[in-house]
Protein backbone atom coordinates (compact mmCIF):
# COMPACT_ATOMS: atom_id res chain seq x y z
CA UNK A 1 0.00 0.00 0.00
CA UNK A 2 1.47 3.34 -0.37
CA UNK A 3 0.09 6.76 0.71
CA UNK A 4 -0.99 9.38 -2.11
CA UNK A 5 -1.24 13.06 -1.59
CA UNK A 6 -4.57 14.08 -3.46
CA UNK A 7 -4.79 18.29 -3.82
CA UNK A 8 -7.84 20.20 -4.67
CA UNK A 9 -8.42 24.59 -4.68
CA UNK A 10 -10.58 26.59 -3.17
CA UNK A 11 -11.20 28.55 -6.06
CA UNK A 12 -10.52 29.13 -9.59
CA UNK A 13 -6.40 29.95 -9.84
CA UNK A 14 -3.89 28.48 -11.29
CA UNK A 15 -1.94 25.56 -8.82
CA UNK A 16 1.66 25.00 -8.44
CA UNK A 17 2.29 22.11 -7.20
CA UNK A 18 5.75 22.22 -6.97
CA UNK A 19 5.85 25.54 -4.30
CA UNK A 20 2.84 24.18 -2.51
CA UNK A 21 4.73 23.78 0.60
CA UNK A 22 7.03 27.07 0.27
CA UNK A 23 3.61 29.09 1.03
CA UNK A 24 3.07 30.54 4.71
CA UNK A 25 -0.44 29.04 6.50
CA UNK A 26 -2.15 32.42 5.96
CA UNK A 27 -1.80 32.05 2.63
CA UNK A 28 -2.64 28.38 1.98
CA UNK A 29 -5.09 27.68 -0.25
CA UNK A 30 -4.85 24.17 -0.59
CA UNK A 31 -5.32 21.03 1.73
CA UNK A 32 -3.96 17.44 1.41
CA UNK A 33 -6.22 14.44 1.78
CA UNK A 34 -3.99 11.11 2.33
CA UNK A 35 -5.83 8.52 0.77
CA UNK A 36 -4.28 4.89 1.35
CA UNK A 37 -4.60 2.75 -2.33
CA UNK A 38 -3.68 -0.67 -3.80
CA UNK A 39 -1.21 -0.03 -6.24
CA UNK A 40 -3.59 0.32 -9.10
CA UNK A 41 -6.71 1.11 -9.71
CA UNK A 42 -6.99 -2.49 -11.85
CA UNK A 43 -5.92 -4.36 -8.39
CA UNK A 44 -8.88 -2.75 -6.54
CA UNK A 45 -11.81 -3.91 -8.37
CA UNK A 46 -10.52 -6.61 -8.95
CA UNK A 47 -10.42 -7.87 -5.33
CA UNK A 48 -14.36 -7.09 -5.62
CA UNK A 49 -15.53 -8.38 -8.66
CA UNK A 50 -17.27 -11.62 -9.13
CA UNK A 51 -15.92 -14.80 -10.41
CA UNK A 52 -14.81 -14.91 -14.09
CA UNK A 53 -17.73 -14.67 -16.89
CA UNK A 54 -15.86 -17.53 -18.57
CA UNK A 55 -16.10 -19.96 -16.48
CA UNK A 56 -20.24 -20.43 -17.23
CA UNK A 57 -19.10 -22.54 -20.57
CA UNK A 58 -22.97 -23.25 -20.56
CA UNK A 59 -24.42 -19.44 -20.92
CA UNK A 60 -21.90 -18.82 -23.50
CA UNK A 61 -23.93 -17.43 -26.49
CA UNK A 62 -21.00 -16.38 -28.92
CA UNK A 63 -20.97 -17.58 -32.24
CA UNK A 64 -19.98 -21.25 -32.00
CA UNK A 65 -21.28 -23.86 -33.93
CA UNK A 66 -22.05 -23.68 -37.82
CA UNK A 67 -19.84 -20.12 -37.69
CA UNK A 68 -16.74 -22.35 -36.84
CA UNK A 69 -17.34 -24.16 -40.15
CA UNK A 70 -17.74 -20.56 -42.03
CA UNK A 71 -21.37 -20.48 -42.03
CA UNK A 72 -23.42 -17.70 -40.10
CA UNK A 73 -26.81 -18.91 -40.92
CA UNK A 74 -28.56 -21.86 -42.42
CA UNK A 75 -32.15 -22.79 -43.83
CA UNK A 76 -32.97 -26.24 -42.79
CA UNK A 77 -34.83 -26.30 -46.64
CA UNK A 78 -31.52 -26.27 -48.13
CA UNK A 79 -28.46 -27.03 -46.01
CA UNK A 80 -27.49 -28.77 -43.36
CA UNK A 81 -25.87 -28.40 -39.97
CA UNK A 82 -22.55 -28.84 -39.65
CA UNK A 83 -21.47 -31.07 -36.86
CA UNK A 84 -18.65 -29.29 -35.93
CA UNK A 85 -21.26 -26.46 -34.41
CA UNK A 86 -20.80 -28.41 -31.12
CA UNK A 87 -18.24 -26.33 -28.96
CA UNK A 88 -21.30 -25.95 -26.88
CA UNK A 89 -22.42 -22.74 -26.91
CA UNK A 90 -25.45 -23.99 -26.03
CA UNK A 91 -27.56 -21.71 -23.74
CA UNK A 92 -28.36 -23.30 -20.17
CA UNK A 93 -32.04 -24.45 -19.57
CA UNK A 94 -33.97 -21.40 -17.86
CA UNK A 95 -35.74 -21.29 -14.39
CA UNK A 96 -39.14 -21.43 -16.24
CA UNK A 97 -40.28 -23.32 -20.08
CA UNK A 98 -43.21 -23.51 -21.86
CA UNK A 99 -45.37 -26.28 -21.21
CA UNK A 100 -44.71 -27.57 -24.91
CA UNK A 101 -41.63 -28.29 -24.20
CA UNK A 102 -39.32 -31.78 -23.38
CA UNK A 103 -36.60 -33.81 -22.68
CA UNK A 104 -34.03 -35.27 -24.84
CA UNK A 105 -31.73 -37.87 -23.80
CA UNK A 106 -28.23 -38.45 -24.93
CA UNK A 107 -28.68 -38.94 -28.78
CA UNK A 108 -25.05 -40.00 -29.56
CA UNK A 109 -24.21 -42.55 -27.75
CA UNK A 110 -26.58 -45.48 -25.80
CA UNK A 111 -23.96 -45.32 -22.60
CA UNK A 112 -25.15 -41.86 -20.91
CA UNK A 113 -21.58 -39.19 -20.83
CA UNK A 114 -20.77 -38.23 -17.54
CA UNK A 115 -22.06 -34.86 -16.16
CA UNK A 116 -19.95 -31.83 -17.29
CA UNK A 117 -18.50 -33.54 -19.92
CA UNK A 118 -20.31 -33.20 -22.86
CA UNK A 119 -18.70 -33.76 -26.14
CA UNK A 120 -19.35 -32.19 -29.90
CA UNK A 121 -21.35 -35.82 -30.68
CA UNK A 122 -23.92 -34.91 -28.75
CA UNK A 123 -24.83 -31.43 -29.99
CA UNK A 124 -24.22 -32.23 -33.17
CA UNK A 125 -26.38 -34.79 -33.62
CA UNK A 126 -29.33 -33.24 -31.57
CA UNK A 127 -28.96 -30.63 -34.36
CA UNK A 128 -28.47 -32.98 -37.10
CA UNK A 129 -31.69 -34.74 -35.66
CA UNK A 130 -33.90 -31.44 -35.54
CA UNK A 131 -32.70 -30.24 -38.71
CA UNK A 132 -33.37 -33.80 -40.81
CA UNK A 133 -37.07 -34.32 -39.11
CA UNK A 134 -37.73 -30.44 -40.71
CA UNK A 135 -36.43 -30.51 -43.77
CA UNK A 136 -38.37 -34.68 -44.00
CA UNK A 137 -41.44 -33.51 -45.26
CA UNK A 138 -43.50 -34.53 -42.88
CA UNK A 139 -44.72 -31.28 -42.04
CA UNK A 140 -44.90 -29.52 -45.56
CA UNK A 141 -46.97 -26.70 -44.46
CA UNK A 142 -44.41 -25.34 -42.37
CA UNK A 143 -41.11 -23.76 -43.48
CA UNK A 144 -37.84 -23.14 -41.03
CA UNK A 145 -34.85 -21.56 -41.08
CA UNK A 146 -32.02 -22.01 -38.75
CA UNK A 147 -30.39 -19.27 -36.76
CA UNK A 148 -26.76 -20.73 -35.60
CA UNK A 149 -26.16 -18.59 -32.83
CA UNK A 150 -29.17 -18.50 -31.11
CA UNK A 151 -29.52 -21.98 -31.46
CA UNK A 152 -32.95 -21.97 -32.32
CA UNK A 153 -34.71 -22.74 -35.57
CA UNK A 154 -37.85 -19.76 -36.71
CA UNK A 155 -40.69 -21.23 -38.54
CA UNK A 156 -43.94 -20.07 -39.88
CA UNK A 157 -47.16 -21.70 -40.92
CA UNK A 158 -49.12 -20.34 -44.18
CA UNK A 159 -51.97 -21.78 -45.25
CA UNK A 160 -55.07 -19.82 -46.81
CA UNK A 161 -55.75 -16.95 -44.30
CA UNK A 162 -54.69 -19.07 -41.35
CA UNK A 163 -50.91 -18.09 -40.34
CA UNK A 164 -48.68 -18.27 -37.35
CA UNK A 165 -44.94 -18.55 -36.68
CA UNK A 166 -43.15 -20.39 -33.74
CA UNK A 167 -39.78 -20.78 -32.44
CA UNK A 168 -37.78 -24.11 -31.81
CA UNK A 169 -35.21 -23.29 -28.93
CA UNK A 170 -32.64 -25.93 -27.89
CA UNK A 171 -31.17 -25.88 -24.25
CA UNK A 172 -28.45 -27.76 -22.27
CA UNK A 173 -28.51 -28.88 -18.56
CA UNK A 174 -24.54 -29.48 -18.40
CA UNK A 175 -25.14 -31.20 -15.23
CA UNK A 176 -27.52 -33.69 -16.51
CA UNK A 177 -26.09 -33.92 -19.93
CA UNK A 178 -29.71 -33.51 -21.37
CA UNK A 179 -30.93 -31.27 -23.76
CA UNK A 180 -34.30 -29.69 -23.57
CA UNK A 181 -36.49 -28.67 -27.06
CA UNK A 182 -38.93 -25.58 -26.24
CA UNK A 183 -41.47 -25.18 -28.97
CA UNK A 184 -43.72 -21.58 -28.74
CA UNK A 185 -46.31 -20.31 -30.89
CA UNK A 186 -45.46 -16.32 -31.69
CA UNK A 187 -47.33 -14.27 -34.05
CA UNK A 188 -50.81 -16.00 -34.73
CA UNK A 189 -53.19 -14.69 -36.39
CA UNK A 190 -56.76 -14.52 -34.14
CA UNK A 191 -59.49 -17.46 -34.58
CA UNK A 192 -56.52 -20.10 -35.88
CA UNK A 193 -57.55 -23.32 -35.22
CA UNK A 194 -54.84 -24.91 -32.73
CA UNK A 195 -54.67 -28.52 -33.82
CA UNK A 196 -52.38 -28.21 -36.74
CA UNK A 197 -49.83 -26.70 -33.79
CA UNK A 198 -50.67 -29.36 -31.11
CA UNK A 199 -50.06 -31.77 -34.65
CA UNK A 200 -46.72 -30.48 -34.80
CA UNK A 201 -45.29 -30.82 -31.93
CA UNK A 202 -46.98 -33.95 -30.88
CA UNK A 203 -45.01 -35.81 -34.20
CA UNK A 204 -42.37 -33.53 -33.41
CA UNK A 205 -41.82 -34.80 -30.24
CA UNK A 206 -42.15 -38.05 -31.00
CA UNK A 207 -39.90 -38.18 -33.49
CA UNK A 208 -36.96 -36.61 -31.91
CA UNK A 209 -37.41 -39.39 -28.95
CA UNK A 210 -38.67 -37.65 -25.98
CA UNK A 211 -38.83 -38.65 -22.61
CA UNK A 212 -42.28 -39.80 -21.58
CA UNK A 213 -42.13 -37.47 -18.33
CA UNK A 214 -42.30 -34.55 -21.30
CA UNK A 215 -44.87 -31.40 -20.98
CA UNK A 216 -48.50 -31.56 -22.30
CA UNK A 217 -49.17 -29.65 -24.54
CA UNK A 218 -51.61 -26.59 -25.31
CA UNK A 219 -55.76 -27.44 -25.61
CA UNK A 220 -56.65 -26.99 -29.12
CA UNK A 221 -59.19 -24.50 -30.75
CA UNK A 222 -61.73 -24.82 -33.21
CA UNK A 223 -61.35 -21.71 -35.59
CA UNK A 224 -64.60 -20.77 -36.89
CA UNK A 225 -65.57 -20.08 -40.55
CA UNK A 226 -65.53 -16.88 -42.64
CA UNK A 227 -68.59 -16.30 -44.42
CA UNK A 228 -69.20 -13.47 -46.06
CA UNK A 229 -71.52 -12.96 -46.50
CA UNK A 230 -73.54 -15.24 -44.16
CA UNK A 231 -75.28 -17.20 -45.85
CA UNK A 232 -77.59 -18.66 -43.30
CA UNK A 233 -78.70 -15.42 -42.59
CA UNK A 234 -78.58 -13.32 -45.22
CA UNK A 235 -82.05 -14.27 -46.55
CA UNK A 236 -85.55 -14.72 -44.68
CA UNK A 237 -85.99 -18.11 -43.26
CA UNK A 238 -86.89 -20.66 -45.79
CA UNK A 239 -86.33 -18.46 -48.38
CA UNK A 240 -83.49 -20.25 -49.73
CA UNK A 241 -79.89 -19.63 -50.45
CA UNK A 242 -78.28 -15.92 -50.69
CA UNK A 243 -79.45 -14.33 -54.07
CA UNK A 244 -76.28 -12.89 -56.39
CA UNK A 245 -76.91 -9.68 -55.89
CA UNK A 246 -76.71 -10.47 -52.14
CA UNK A 247 -73.87 -11.56 -52.28
CA UNK A 248 -71.80 -8.28 -54.52
CA UNK A 249 -73.17 -6.00 -51.78
CA UNK A 250 -72.11 -8.11 -49.05
CA UNK A 251 -68.54 -8.39 -50.38
CA UNK A 252 -68.17 -4.82 -51.23
CA UNK A 253 -66.43 -3.40 -47.89
CA UNK A 254 -63.61 -5.87 -48.85
CA UNK A 255 -62.96 -4.16 -51.88
CA UNK A 256 -63.39 -0.56 -50.12
CA UNK A 257 -60.49 -2.10 -46.98
CA UNK A 258 -58.05 -2.89 -49.89
CA UNK A 259 -57.67 0.31 -50.50
CA UNK A 260 -57.50 1.62 -46.54
CA UNK A 261 -54.48 1.07 -43.73
CA UNK A 262 -52.27 -1.31 -43.60
CA UNK A 263 -54.15 -3.17 -41.31
CA UNK A 264 -57.78 -3.19 -43.15
CA UNK A 265 -55.13 -4.35 -46.29
CA UNK A 266 -54.27 -7.57 -44.40
CA UNK A 267 -57.72 -8.35 -43.06
CA UNK A 268 -59.53 -7.66 -46.69
CA UNK A 269 -56.34 -10.05 -48.34
CA UNK A 270 -57.28 -12.66 -45.90
CA UNK A 271 -61.39 -12.26 -46.41
CA UNK A 272 -60.40 -13.24 -50.05
CA UNK A 273 -59.05 -16.11 -49.34
CA UNK A 274 -62.37 -17.11 -47.89
CA UNK A 275 -64.54 -15.71 -50.21
CA UNK A 276 -62.41 -17.73 -52.62
CA UNK A 277 -63.96 -20.81 -51.16
CA UNK A 278 -67.49 -19.87 -52.09
CA UNK A 279 -69.54 -21.44 -54.67
CA UNK A 280 -67.80 -20.76 -58.16
CA UNK A 281 -71.51 -19.27 -59.88
CA UNK A 282 -70.90 -16.38 -57.33
CA UNK A 283 -66.78 -15.97 -58.31
CA UNK A 284 -67.70 -16.32 -61.74
CA UNK A 285 -69.97 -13.39 -61.79
CA UNK A 286 -68.69 -10.49 -63.60
CA UNK A 287 -70.04 -8.31 -61.09
CA UNK A 288 -67.72 -9.67 -58.64
CA UNK A 289 -64.34 -10.32 -61.34
CA UNK A 290 -64.79 -6.91 -62.31
CA UNK A 291 -63.96 -5.70 -58.07
CA UNK A 292 -62.02 -8.66 -57.24
CA UNK A 293 -59.79 -7.97 -59.62
CA UNK A 294 -58.11 -4.60 -59.11
CA UNK A 295 -58.26 -5.25 -55.69
CA UNK A 296 -55.70 -8.06 -56.40
CA UNK A 297 -53.65 -6.04 -58.30
CA UNK A 298 -53.49 -3.60 -55.35
CA UNK A 299 -52.63 -6.39 -52.73
CA UNK A 300 -50.25 -8.00 -55.06
CA UNK A 301 -48.62 -5.07 -55.69
CA UNK A 302 -48.74 -3.78 -51.90
CA UNK A 303 -45.06 -2.90 -50.26
CA UNK A 304 -45.92 -4.98 -46.93
CA UNK A 305 -45.24 -8.72 -47.39
CA UNK A 306 -47.82 -9.24 -45.02
CA UNK A 307 -50.26 -8.07 -47.50
CA UNK A 308 -48.55 -9.98 -50.40
CA UNK A 309 -48.69 -13.55 -48.74
CA UNK A 310 -52.26 -13.37 -48.54
CA UNK A 311 -53.17 -12.06 -51.53
CA UNK A 312 -51.16 -14.64 -53.28
CA UNK A 313 -52.74 -17.35 -51.37
CA UNK A 314 -56.18 -15.59 -52.41
CA UNK A 315 -54.82 -15.78 -56.20
CA UNK A 316 -53.36 -18.98 -56.22
CA UNK A 317 -57.60 -20.52 -55.08
CA UNK A 318 -58.82 -18.36 -57.76
CA UNK A 319 -56.52 -19.59 -60.48
CA UNK A 320 -58.59 -22.65 -59.89
CA UNK A 321 -61.07 -21.23 -62.15
CA UNK A 322 -60.96 -21.20 -66.15
CA UNK A 323 -62.05 -17.59 -66.35
CA UNK A 324 -59.47 -15.84 -63.69
CA UNK A 325 -56.63 -17.56 -65.37
CA UNK A 326 -57.38 -15.66 -68.40
CA UNK A 327 -57.79 -12.67 -65.94
CA UNK A 328 -54.18 -13.09 -64.18
CA UNK A 329 -52.25 -13.64 -67.76
CA UNK A 330 -53.38 -10.10 -68.37
CA UNK A 331 -53.19 -8.43 -65.81
CA UNK A 332 -49.78 -7.13 -63.45
CA UNK A 333 -50.39 -10.12 -61.21
CA UNK A 334 -48.80 -12.35 -63.77
CA UNK A 335 -45.40 -9.99 -63.63
CA UNK A 336 -45.72 -9.80 -59.84
CA UNK A 337 -46.08 -13.49 -59.09
CA UNK A 338 -43.25 -14.07 -61.46
CA UNK A 339 -40.97 -11.25 -59.02
CA UNK A 340 -41.44 -13.45 -56.31
CA UNK A 341 -40.19 -16.74 -57.43
CA UNK A 342 -36.44 -15.85 -56.28
CA UNK A 343 -34.32 -16.97 -53.42
CA UNK A 344 -35.11 -15.03 -49.93
CA UNK A 345 -31.05 -12.90 -49.52
CA UNK A 346 -30.92 -13.72 -45.70
CA UNK A 347 -31.30 -17.20 -45.35
CA UNK A 348 -32.25 -16.81 -41.67
CA UNK A 349 -35.36 -14.82 -42.99
CA UNK A 350 -36.28 -17.34 -45.64
CA UNK A 351 -38.78 -18.66 -43.63
CA UNK A 352 -40.95 -15.44 -43.60
CA UNK A 353 -41.80 -15.69 -47.41
CA UNK A 354 -40.54 -19.02 -48.64
CA UNK A 355 -44.58 -20.16 -48.93
CA UNK A 356 -45.72 -16.77 -50.21
CA UNK A 357 -42.82 -17.39 -52.92
CA UNK A 358 -43.76 -21.49 -53.18
CA UNK A 359 -47.05 -20.50 -53.52
CA UNK A 360 -46.28 -17.97 -56.64
CA UNK A 361 -44.15 -20.50 -58.49
CA UNK A 362 -47.29 -22.70 -58.58
CA UNK A 363 -49.67 -20.37 -60.03
CA UNK A 364 -47.11 -20.18 -62.58
CA UNK A 365 -46.72 -23.62 -62.94
CA UNK A 366 -50.80 -23.76 -63.08
CA UNK A 367 -50.79 -20.94 -65.99
CA UNK A 368 -47.86 -22.54 -67.90
CA UNK A 369 -49.53 -26.00 -68.00
CA UNK A 370 -52.52 -24.83 -70.26
CA UNK A 371 -51.09 -21.50 -71.81
CA UNK A 372 -47.38 -21.96 -72.30
CA UNK A 373 -47.92 -19.26 -75.70
CA UNK A 374 -49.89 -16.86 -73.30
CA UNK A 375 -47.83 -16.57 -70.24
CA UNK A 376 -44.55 -16.26 -72.37
CA UNK A 377 -46.32 -13.52 -74.59
CA UNK A 378 -47.60 -11.65 -71.75
CA UNK A 379 -44.32 -12.19 -69.76
CA UNK A 380 -42.62 -10.53 -72.67
CA UNK A 381 -45.05 -7.43 -72.82
CA UNK A 382 -44.44 -6.68 -69.32
CA UNK A 383 -41.14 -6.11 -69.70
CA UNK A 384 -40.09 -9.54 -67.53
CA UNK A 385 -36.55 -10.70 -68.16
CA UNK A 386 -37.58 -14.06 -68.89
CA UNK A 387 -34.35 -15.70 -69.82
CA UNK A 388 -32.41 -14.51 -67.22
CA UNK A 389 -35.36 -15.83 -64.99
CA UNK A 390 -35.13 -19.49 -66.87
CA UNK A 391 -31.44 -19.83 -66.10
CA UNK A 392 -31.83 -19.12 -62.39
CA UNK A 393 -34.64 -21.73 -61.78
CA UNK A 394 -31.98 -24.22 -61.58
CA UNK A 395 -30.51 -22.26 -58.64
CA UNK A 396 -33.73 -21.82 -56.33
CA UNK A 397 -32.50 -23.03 -52.87
CA UNK A 398 -36.32 -24.60 -51.72
CA UNK A 399 -36.95 -27.83 -53.27
CA UNK A 400 -40.40 -27.55 -53.65
CA UNK A 401 -40.27 -23.63 -55.47
CA UNK A 402 -37.99 -25.01 -57.89
CA UNK A 403 -39.53 -28.06 -59.14
CA UNK A 404 -42.78 -25.96 -59.76
CA UNK A 405 -40.13 -23.14 -61.30
CA UNK A 406 -39.00 -26.29 -63.26
CA UNK A 407 -42.33 -26.34 -64.83
CA UNK A 408 -42.92 -23.71 -65.55
CA UNK A 409 -39.27 -23.46 -67.12
CA UNK A 410 -39.99 -26.47 -69.20
CA UNK A 411 -43.22 -25.72 -70.57
CA UNK A 412 -42.10 -22.06 -71.84
CA UNK A 413 -38.60 -22.69 -73.27
CA UNK A 414 -40.89 -25.02 -76.11
CA UNK A 415 -41.75 -21.72 -76.93
CA UNK A 416 -40.27 -21.02 -79.73
CA UNK A 417 -39.26 -17.66 -81.30
CA UNK A 418 -40.84 -18.13 -84.40
CA UNK A 419 -43.75 -19.38 -82.85
CA UNK A 420 -44.20 -16.66 -80.55
CA UNK A 421 -44.20 -13.85 -83.20
CA UNK A 422 -46.58 -16.20 -85.33
CA UNK A 423 -49.14 -16.11 -82.51
CA UNK A 424 -48.23 -12.13 -82.11
CA UNK A 425 -48.72 -11.57 -85.26
CA UNK A 426 -52.17 -13.65 -85.44
CA UNK A 427 -53.26 -11.67 -82.18
CA UNK A 428 -52.82 -8.23 -83.71
CA UNK A 429 -54.96 -9.58 -87.34
CA UNK A 430 -57.35 -11.10 -84.85
CA UNK A 431 -57.70 -7.47 -82.39
CA UNK A 432 -57.56 -5.24 -85.44
CA UNK A 433 -60.57 -7.29 -86.83
CA UNK A 434 -62.75 -6.58 -83.60
CA UNK A 435 -61.61 -9.81 -81.74
CA UNK A 436 -60.24 -10.09 -78.41
CA UNK A 437 -56.68 -11.26 -79.66
CA UNK A 438 -56.70 -14.68 -78.06
CA UNK A 439 -57.86 -17.43 -80.08
CA UNK A 440 -54.84 -18.21 -81.98
CA UNK A 441 -52.72 -18.09 -79.13
CA UNK A 442 -55.43 -20.61 -77.00
CA UNK A 443 -54.89 -23.10 -80.15
CA UNK A 444 -51.23 -23.19 -79.84
CA UNK A 445 -51.69 -23.54 -76.37
CA UNK A 446 -53.96 -26.58 -76.93
CA UNK A 447 -51.54 -28.02 -79.94
CA UNK A 448 -48.47 -27.99 -77.40
CA UNK A 449 -50.44 -29.23 -74.68
CA UNK A 450 -51.15 -32.33 -77.13
CA UNK A 451 -47.54 -32.75 -78.13
CA UNK A 452 -46.16 -32.72 -74.26
CA UNK A 453 -46.11 -36.24 -72.24
CA UNK A 454 -49.14 -36.48 -70.11
CA UNK A 455 -47.12 -37.67 -67.17
CA UNK A 456 -45.52 -33.90 -67.01
CA UNK A 457 -49.27 -32.21 -66.00
CA UNK A 458 -49.84 -34.27 -63.56
CA UNK A 459 -49.32 -32.36 -60.25
Partial sequence: ?????????????????????????????????????????????????????????????GKAGLAGAGMDSVNVL???????????????????????????????????????????????????????????????????????????WKGKYLQGSSCYEMDINLYHDKCANTYTIAVRKMKSCCGFNGGSFNTFFQTFKSAMGAESSGSTTTSSSTRKAVCIPNLSKCSAAGAGLVTEEAFIQGVQPIFSMAKSNLESRVQSAKMLCDVAQKEARFLQLDSFRSCVMPALEGLMGDESDDVRQYAVMAVSAFAELACYKEDFMR?????????????????QLAYETAQMRRTAAGVLALLSRTHPFSVRRELQLQHCNLGAWLQRVDCLHDQRTREAAMVVKSFLVQVSATDLDAANSASSAASAAGGDGSLHTDECDLNLIGECDLGSLVH
Avoid: W
Fill in 1 to 61: MQQTDIFYSADDEQVDLDNEQQDSAADLKFRSIKVETSESAGDFFHDYQGPDPSSYDNVQF
Fill in 331 to 347: SPILAALFALVKNCCDL
Fill in 78 to 152: SKSPSSSCASSGCPALPFGTSRTSFVVAHPSSSTPTPPGTAGSADYGTVVRTIHDHLQSGVHAEFDFSFVDHEHM
